[in-house]
């Protein structure tokens, strides 16, 4: 498995504003990813993340709403711009791990985030 | 139709009963298969990887019926810290890390 970390774990926020979302792995990885799970739904993949290169984008997500950056290996950072309450959510970083037969994703605790 | 479909309960067992839940997906080309639980309030956390075989652990069962599109987890005498939301996840295409989320089945198990 991995240890990941986010920051900060819950934000209420105004609208207009922005908030970036820290997610920080104990170990180097190639992927990461940014999720997105709306109240009472499931999780919505926004992007994914490799270092060195841009993200790429899920359909219904834009890199001016959502930049993503992935300066190493063991960190990436997300952020929520303009925000509507529309944008309020949990946000999940996870990262992809090499099992004995299959690849896996292990997940982060989320940033909870509402915006008023 | 959705591309993973679960049933969203509840489902309200009593402790040390047997519970099934059923996954459908819509990809045919789909090649790796979880079960993941998810706790109220927290992230979701890997239960079991399902095989074409069929695997076990412990108490959980997973079944992969590749002809029909769907999957299976079984619960063995069902214990109280087992009350969560089980989500059925499937990878969008063969060799991809696009993970597909089913909605979640809510599981509770009652004293």
Redesign the interface.
Known sequence: ?AVISQKPSRDICQRGTSLTIQCQVDSQVT?M?WYRQQPG?????IA?ANQGSEATY?SGFVIDKFPISRPNLTFSTLTVSNMSPEDSSIY?CSV?RT?A??????????T?LTVL | RKEVEQDPGPFNVPEGATVAFNCTYSNSASQSFFWYRQDCRKEPKLLMSVYSSGNEDGRFTAQLNRASQYISLLIRDSKLSDSATYLCVVNAEAGTYKYIFGTGTRLKVLA
């Open positions: 498995s992927m990813f739904q499931s999780l919505t993949l994914t899920e999940l992809e099992g037969s299959t690849d896996t994703q292990y997940f982060g605790p989320g909870r």
